[in-house]
């Protein structure tokens, strides 16, 4: 499944990567470090673009530093000033069924312009 990894530090580059079907949960809890919040990105002003991302559901309690782009996604999402702190871990969506999906081509292209290029792992 592709997803797309947002680190916090701004030097570090934005991740596509492809993780096991089989092992989501723990890899979310790898990237942001600990249990894991969905914050639902279902505003987007192209339905396409439409996605999710994990956090880390205790960020700010762990004092994790800002994320300005992931920060960014959920202001263009919500309209309104936002903080997202830590790693995130950007997914394509969840189903009917609750089970996540990888990110679109469209999605991964439109995440790449909006983030910069990033660099690709599988």
């Known amino acids: ?3 797309c990894i947002i680190p ?3 030097d570090k580059p934005v991740e596509f990567k492809e993780l096991p079907d089989e092992s989501m949960l723990s890899e979310y809890q790898a990237i942001v470090g600990g249990y894991i919040e969905a914050v639902r990105l279902y505003n987007m002003p192209d339905s396409r673009l439409n996605m ?3 956090c880390n559901e205790d960020g700010l309690g762990m004092d994790l530093p800002f994320n300005i782009r992931a920060t960014a996604l959920f202001e263009i999402n919500f309209r309104t000033k936002g903080l997202i702190v830590g ?3 950007c997914i ?3 189903d009917e069924e609750g089970n996540d999906f990888g990110l679109s081509s469209f999605q991964e ?3 790449k312009e909006i983030l910069g ?5 599988s």
Do not use: I, R
């Open 1 to 3: 499944m592709k997803v």
């Open 8 to 10: 916090a530090d701004f």
């Open 52 to 54: 999710d991302f994990y």
């Open 87 to 89: 790693d995130v871990v």
């Open 92 to 94: 394509g969506g969840v």
């Open 109 to 111: 292209q439109a995440l």
């Open 117 to 121: 290029n990033g660099k690709e792992n």
